[in-house]
Structure formats: structure tokens, C-alpha cells
């Protein structure tokens, strides 16, 4: 059956990926000092956050516009697709994926099988690699979603953030009510938590809170007997992704990690300077 696989902007992708024809990218709109900018095509990272620092308004982000994304769907069906495997942004920041699933059965036109990835940008765009390898390689849909299961319970993600108020203010932290009072004297590590981004640990700096990020991960590299793929990822902070890179390389030969950037609608809830490190199930 020929299948088509569509996800969204947040999705961290190689330039190759995107290329992929069987591949479609879904923006996401940001507002700016009230003009729309859709992620990826109007807006990339570098231009995202020097718009940010000179903004005069809190940014806020959007769901794509149904109409559109089913204007897509019907278009991949006149195109000869019979099912799309539509993998997006976790339900805990974005309801878009939740408002899918509830569509997905009274759509006529094609088979669409809505996936919440419950994470975003560098494990996200994996699970979306490896749903296209499978794809090529002829695999059955439940074969498919087996896997992006298997990379969905083994997936974790802490984040350093340099101004938690971007998130409180945004409504993305769970527990926020618990840092009111002492915000702005703590940088501690957050993680995701069945999709939401909650608080882990309170830490004073923030050099020491990306210490126990990197003891987090080296903790689970040593311990794990799964094989998984690790990631840091950075908003606007390459040089410090690479630091970090490098000081987990020195430490445990024969890691690999990969860097990626957090893009505009990510960064809008998690701010500039945030450093990301996770990791997930091959």
C-alpha cells in the first residue's frame, strides 16, 4: 500500500530527509510582534531568535490550520497514497495532535494513522527517519507503529532552561506553581514526562545543572542494556552543545551524540539558551 508520512516543523530533519518524497512537512505558525511567521518556511532558527531579542511581545505559537492539513491529505490521495503515518509534536505542548486523532476516523479520502510522538525536534525527526526506512523496506503499518512505540517508551529528554519564566508564562510547565518564589535564584533541570515538560530537579546554577545533565545521560549510557541513539540539542547555543559534546566523549569513549538546534516553535516555549539532552530507542 503506498504511504505517506507527514509531520510537522518541530521535527528536527537532515537537509536529505526532507527531500525524501514521501516526506511532508506540516508548519507551524509563530507570531511575532503580530506577523505570522510559518516555521521552516517563512522563519528558520539563526533568524528566529535575533527577531526574538528585539521583539516588543511575548511570542506566541499556533495549531496549523486543519483546513490545510486536510487540503494535504486529500492532495496525497489524488497522488495515489492510500495511508499517511502523521507523526507530530507532543499533545503536551500542542493539541494539534490530539485534535488528529479525533479527525483521523472521518476522513474519507485516505487512511490516516495519527502518532503523538510525546517529544519533539531530534528524537521526533528519528522516529520519522526510521517510519520512512520502514516504509521503503515494506513493513507492515502494525510492524511500524510497534517500532515507533519501542522509540517512544525509551525516550528521555532534560532541559537546562535560562529563563524559566518563558515557560511558566507559557503555560508549557506542569508544575510551575512549585518554583514561584524562588524562579529566578535556580536553573533546574526539567524532562519530559508523558509528554509534558515538568520539573526534575532544582539546581542553583547553571553550570551545575548541565553537570547533572551530563550525569543523567552518562548514568544511562552505562546502565542501559538497550541501544540508543543520544542527542544534545541547543537554542541558539552551538557552542555550548559542543562543549558538552565533546566533555561526554572524553569521558565515555565510543558514545555517539548528535547535535541539533531547537527551531522557532520549540524555542518560543523553552526560550533562548536552553540545552537539551536526550535520547531514544533505536
Given at each position: 500500500?503506498?504511504?505517506?508520512v507527514?509531520?510537522?516543523?518541530?521535527?528536527?530533519?537532515?537537509?536529505?530527509?526532507?527531500?525524501?518524497p514521501?516526506?511532508?512537512?506540516?508548519?507551524?505558525?509563530?507570531?511575532?510582534?503580530?506577523?505570522?511567521?510559518?516555521?521552516?518556511?517563512?522563519?528558520?532558527a539563526?533568524?528566529?531568535?535575533?527577531?526574538?531579542?528585539?521583539?516588543k511581545?511575548?511570542?506566541?505559537?499556533?495549531?496549523?490550520?486543519?483546513?490545510?492539513?486536510?487540503?494535504?491529505?486529500?492532495?496525497?490521495?489524488?497522488?495515489g497514497?492510500?495511508?499517511?503515518?502523521?507523526?507530530?509534536?507532543?499533545?503536551?505542548?500542542?493539541?494539534?495532535?490530539n485534535n488528529?486523532?479525533a479527525?483521523?476516523?472521518?476522513?474519507?479520502?485516505?487512511?490516516?494513522?495519527?502518532?503523538d510522538?510525546?517529544?519533539?525536534?531530534?528524537?521526533m525527526?528519528?522516529?520519522?527517519?526510521?517510519?520512512?526506512?520502514?516504509?521503503?523496506?515494506?513493513?507492515?503499518v502494525?510492524?511500524?507503529?510497534?517500532?515507533?512505540?519501542f522509540?517512544?517508551?525509551h525516550?528521555?529528554?532534560?532541559?537546562?532552561?535560562?529563563?524559566?519564566?518563558?515557560?511558566v508564562?507559557?503555560?508549557?510547565?506542569?508544575?510551575?506553581?512549585?518554583?514561584?518564589?524562588?524562579?529566578?535564584?535556580?536553573?533546574?533541570i526539567l524532562?519530559?514526562?508523558?509528554?509534558?515538560?515538568?520539573?526534575?530537579?532544582?539546581?542553583?546554577s547553571?553550570?551545575?545543572?548541565?553537570s547533572?545533565?551530563?550525569?543523567?545521560m552518562?548514568?544511562?549510557?552505562?546502565?542501559?542494556?538497550?541501544e540508543?541513539?543520544?542527542?544534545?540539542?541547543?537554542?541558539?547555543?552551538?557552542?555550548?552543545a559542543?562543549?558538552?559534546?565533546?566533555?561526554m566523549?572524553?569521558?565515555?569513549?565510543?558514545?555517539?551524540?548528535e547535535?541539533?538546534?531547537i527551531?522557532?516553535?520549540?524555542?518560543t516555549h523553552?526560550g533562548?539558551?536552553?540545552?537539551v539532552?536526550?535520547?531514544?530507542?533505536k
Open positions: 500500500m503506498k504511504t505517506a507527514v509531520t510537522d516543523s518541530t521535527a528536527y530533519l537532515s537537509e536529505e530527509l526532507r527531500k525524501h514521501d516526506l511532508y512537512i506540516i508548519p507551524i505558525p509563530v507570531i511575532l510582534d503580530g506577523k505570522i511567521y510559518n516555521e521552516g518556511i517563512d522563519i528558520e539563526n533568524d528566529y531568535y535575533e527577531l526574538l531579542n528585539n521583539s511581545e511575548f511570542p506566541t505559537t499556533s495549531q496549523p490550520s486543519i483546513g490545510e492539513v486536510l487540503e494535504l491529505y486529500k492532495k496525497l490521495a489524488t497522488e497514497y492510500k495511508r499517511v503515518i502523521s507523526i507530530h509534536l507532543s499533545s503536551g505542548i500542542s493539541g494539534f495532535v488528529l486523532i479527525m483521523a476516523p472521518g476522513i474519507e479520502e485516505i487512511e490516516v494513522l495519527p502518532f510522538s510525546k517529544i519533539t525536534s531530534m528524537p525527526g528519528y522516529m520519522v527517519s526510521k517510519t520512512l526506512e520502514m516504509v521503503a523496506q515494506g513493513a507492515s502494525e510492524l511500524i507503529f510497534e517500532k515507533l512505540e522509540i517512544r517508551q525516550t528521555d529528554a532534560f532541559l537546562v532552561v535560562d529563563d524559566l519564566n518563558i515557560l508564562r507559557g503555560g508549557r510547565l506542569k508544575n510551575g506553581a512549585a518554583l514561584i518564589g524562588s524562579m529566578l535564584k535556580i536553573k533546574p524532562k519530559f514526562d508523558d509528554g509534558n515538560i515538568i520539573l526534575s530537579e532544582k539546581i542553583r547553571t553550570k551545575k545543572a548541565l547533572r545533565a551530563e550525569d543523567l552518562a548514568k544511562k549510557h552505562k546502565k542501559t542494556k538497550d540508543l541513539k543520544y542527542f544534545i540539542i541547543h537554542a541558539n547555543s552551538l557552542a555550548i559542543e562543549l558538552e559534546k565533546k566533555e566523549e572524553e569521558k565515555f569513549p565510543g558514545i555517539e551524540i547535535i541539533g538546534h527551531g522557532p516553535v520549540v524555542g523553552i533562548e539558551k536552553a540545552v539532552f536526550a535520547w531514544c530507542g
